[in-house]
């Protein structure tokens, strides 16, 4: 019997691996890793440059010409230099400084630029791997670049991950797009924060559009070679809520923060100077614009419904699929909450994340589901969600902050889920702006008044499909749930907190209702 077991734990632990691999195969698909250029990356070097001399320090006495006698010396006043700016960003620093050093100046070199031409003043330091803070406080972009392979320690991960959970942000950098620091960095991605899968940002991202609205990507002439494509940022994330926690260059970016041309000794597989300076502006734009977001939210709590003894019982599904489901970990929680407040109703709310393809699905009468990505349902979950929505069952879902890639691949999957059916927006005069709060119009946040090119308040948008009479679908191109958590997220194109939540009342209240 024991080696029974011992032999089922030795292949689910393979399969476990097996799964981990092809995933990661998946992910580094595509980036050239195998290309001809790639393979003749050792032929070429990346030669680090001398540091900047210090500027020449001197005392108050010194340097001074002689004085002619008798004349009294006059006292020297020093002037001061200004203060340093707020620190931004810190480099990490490796013992090996042919590694993370070879553009000594991309960090210092970026900001620079950006306090000439956006005028923002931060400063940067280099920051020992041991000193890496858990607390985003005093620094709040960790930047790790360099050509080798390498393996955060487990006691640098954990301390990564309690400064990336806390708020902070971590930017890796494939410095000349070597091929093993590519496979580490996304071997670290998913040691760092295992229940957060990478994923390629798309170009709806706002990071894409933070300061500069960047639509075209260009590549050094070696990227394009090895297999980038103009117009691909190739850019691997990790979100942690709405926030892209992680950020990862495939191709470098450091390069062109340093001005760095290319050379016969020096092929750099990264983006041209110009896209790299705005990607890096971008970057620094939207990390500082999330900051004020993520550490309140990083102390966010779910609220649960401890009485156990109340009579009648209501299950709230969160939907699992094939996709990058987990977006806002206590915005449907604080709805509840908000919707126990204002109506008083008896019925006890349980909040619980479910397979669209499990059988579990049919016990939850309303099923909640929502995204940032564009995603593809497999064909179980497809078969499930409709067998779920003929019998009766609700699905509420919601692209989290207004993501285009959410919206498109919902519609197009749930067109595949009932075929002939299609989402009709739902009427203003409808029960579902009318109880228990009656909702003429709502608040765009401004992503979302400047996506839509208006002032002022806009009439609610809610899409649904019909069933047997009841609402089987109900669908928000908006997103709601950063509003139900209270959240600033300045890039969240939504409405307005107190909005989000009366329309959230409202959509709980309907289904109750039917």
Same mark, same amino acid.
Request: hydrophobic share 40%.
């Given at each position: 019997?024991?080696?029974?077991?011992?032999?089922?734990?030795?292949?689910?632990?393979?399969?476990?691996?097996?799964?981990?691999?092809?995933?990661?195969?998946?992910?580094?698909?595509?980036?050239? =890793?195998?290309?001809?250029?790639?393979?003749?990356?050792? +032929?070429?070097?990346?030669?680090?440059?001398?540091?900047?001399?210090?500027?020449?320090?001197?005392?108050?006495?010194?340097?001074?010409?002689?004085?002619?006698?008798?004349?009294?010396?006059?006292?020297?006043?020093?002037?001061?230099?200004?203060?340093?700016?707020?620190?931004?960003?810190?480099?990490?620093?490796?013992?090996?400084? +042919?590694?993370?050093?070879?553009?000594?100046?991309?960090?210092?070199?970026?900001?620079?630029?950006?306090?000439?031409?956006?005028?923002?003043?931060?400063?940067?330091?280099?920051?020992?791997?041991?000193?890496?803070?858990?607390?985003?406080?005093?620094?709040?972009?960790? %930047?790790?670049?360099?050509?080798?392979?390498?393996?955060?320690?487990?006691?640098?991960?954990?301390?990564?991950r309690a400064y990336l959970l806390r708020g902070g942000t971590l930017v890796m950098d494939a410095c000349c797009g070597r091929t093993a620091f590519v496979q580490s960095a996304v071997r670290e991605m998913r040691e760092l924060i295992p229940e957060r899968p990478p994923y390629f940002l798309d170009t709806d991202h706002p990071v894409f559009r933070s300061f500069f609205d960047i639509k075209n990507i260009r590549y050094r002439p070696y990227a394009l070679k090895a297999g980038a494509r103009n117009g691909d940022p190739a850019i691997i994330g990790i979100d942690i809520g709405c926030r892209t926690a992680v950020f990862f260059f495939r191709w470098d970016v450091s390069c062109g923060w340093d001005d760095q041309p290319d050379t016969d000794r020096h092929h750099c597989l990264g983006y041209e100077i110009e896209t790299a300076k705005q990607l890096g502006a971008n970057l620094m734009a939207y990390i500082t614009a999330e900051r004020s977001a993520a550490l309140p939210l990083?102390?966010?709590?779910?609220?649960?419904?401890?009485?156990?003894?109340?009579?009648?019982?209501?299950?709230?599904?969160?939907?699992?699929?094939?996709?990058?489901?987990? @977006?806002?970990?206590?915005?449907?929680?604080?709805?509840?909450?908000?919707?126990?407040?204002?109506?008083?109703?008896?019925?006890?709310?349980?909040?619980?994340?479910?397979?669209?393809? +499990?059988?579990?699905?049919?016990?939850?009468?309303?099923?909640?589901?929502?995204?940032?990505?564009?995603?593809?349902?497999?064909?179980?979950?497809?078969?499930?969600?409709?067998?779920?929505?003929?019998?009766?069952?609700?699905?509420?879902?919601?692209? @989290? @902050?207004?993501?285009?890639?959410?919206?498109? +691949?919902?519609?197009?999957?749930?067109?595949?889920?009932?075929?002939?059916?299609? =989402?009709?927006?739902?009427?203003?005069?409808?029960?579902?702006?009318?109880?228990?709060?009656?909702?003429?119009?709502?608040?765009?946040?401004?992503?979302?008044?400047?996506?839509?090119?208006?002032?002022?308040?806009?009439?609610?948008?809610?899409?649904?499909?019909?069933?047997?009479?009841?609402?089987?679908?109900?669908?928000?191109?908006?997103?709601?749930?950063?509003?139900?958590?209270?959240?600033?997220?300045? %890039?969240?194109?939504?409405?307005?907190?107190?909005?989000?939540?009366?329309?959230?009342?409202?959509?709980?209240? @309907?289904?109750?209702?039917?």
């Amino acid at each position: 019997m024991k080696n029974a077991i011992r032999s089922l734990t030795l292949l689910i632990a393979a399969l476990l691996i097996s799964l981990e691999s092809a995933g990661q195969d998946a992910l580094l698909r595509g980036l050239g =890793l195998d290309s001809d250029v790639a393979k003749e990356e050792t +032929s070429y070097t990346c030669i680090p440059l001398p540091p900047a001399t210090p500027p020449a320090q001197h005392s108050s006495a010194e340097g001074l010409p002689p004085l002619p006698l008798p004349v009294v010396p006059l006292r020297r006043t020093e002037k001061k230099n200004p203060p340093r700016p707020p620190v931004l960003i810190a480099k990490i620093a490796t013992k090996k400084q +042919s590694d993370w050093a070879t553009n000594p100046g991309d960090c210092k070199n970026l900001l620079k630029w950006m306090a000439k031409n956006l005028n923002v003043h931060f400063s940067e330091m280099n920051l020992p791997e041991t000193q890496i803070p858990s607390d985003p406080q005093s620094i709040p972009v960790l %930047y790790r670049t360099g050509h080798d392979a390498f393996e955060f320690s487990p006691e640098v991960r954990e301390r990564l991950r309690a400064y990336l959970l806390r708020g902070g942000t971590l930017v890796m950098d494939a410095c000349c797009g070597r091929t093993a620091f590519v496979q580490s960095a996304v071997r670290e991605m998913r040691e760092l924060i295992p229940e957060r899968p990478p994923y390629f940002l798309d170009t709806d991202h706002p990071v894409f559009r933070s300061f500069f609205d960047i639509k075209n990507i260009r590549y050094r002439p070696y990227a394009l070679k090895a297999g980038a494509r103009n117009g691909d940022p190739a850019i691997i994330g990790i979100d942690i809520g709405c926030r892209t926690a992680v950020f990862f260059f495939r191709w470098d970016v450091s390069c062109g923060w340093d001005d760095q041309p290319d050379t016969d000794r020096h092929h750099c597989l990264g983006y041209e100077i110009e896209t790299a300076k705005q990607l890096g502006a971008n970057l620094m734009a939207y990390i500082t614009a999330e900051r004020s977001a993520a550490l309140p939210l990083s102390k966010a709590l779910d609220f649960v419904d401890a009485e156990r003894t109340k009579t009648g019982k209501f299950l709230i599904a969160e939907a699992k699929y094939s996709g990058q489901w987990k @977006c806002r970990d206590s915005g449907l929680s604080m709805l509840l909450n908000s919707f126990h407040e204002q109506t008083k109703t008896p019925v006890r709310f349980e909040r619980e994340e479910v397979d669209l393809s +499990s059988s579990r699905l049919f016990d939850m009468p309303f099923v909640y589901m929502t995204g940032h990505q564009d995603f593809v349902l497999t064909e179980q979950e497809r078969s499930n969600l409709k067998s779920y929505l003929l019998r009766g069952g609700v699905l509420f879902a919601e692209s @989290c @902050c207004g993501r285009k890639g959410f919206t498109e +691949s919902f519609r197009i999957e749930i067109s595949k889920v009932l075929p002939g059916a299609q =989402l009709e927006r739902i009427q203003n005069n409808h029960p579902i702006f009318v109880f228990p709060n009656h909702i003429k119009d709502v608040q765009p946040r401004p992503a979302l008044a400047e996506k839509l090119q208006v002032q002022g308040r806009i009439p609610p948008e809610l899409y649904g499909i019909r069933h047997e009479g009841h609402l089987a679908v109900i669908f928000s191109p908006v997103g709601l749930a950063c509003g139900w958590e209270l959240a600033e997220c300045p %890039y969240c194109g939504g409405i307005h907190p107190r909005d989000a939540l009366a329309l959230g009342v409202n959509i709980l209240s @309907c289904c109750l209702l039917q």
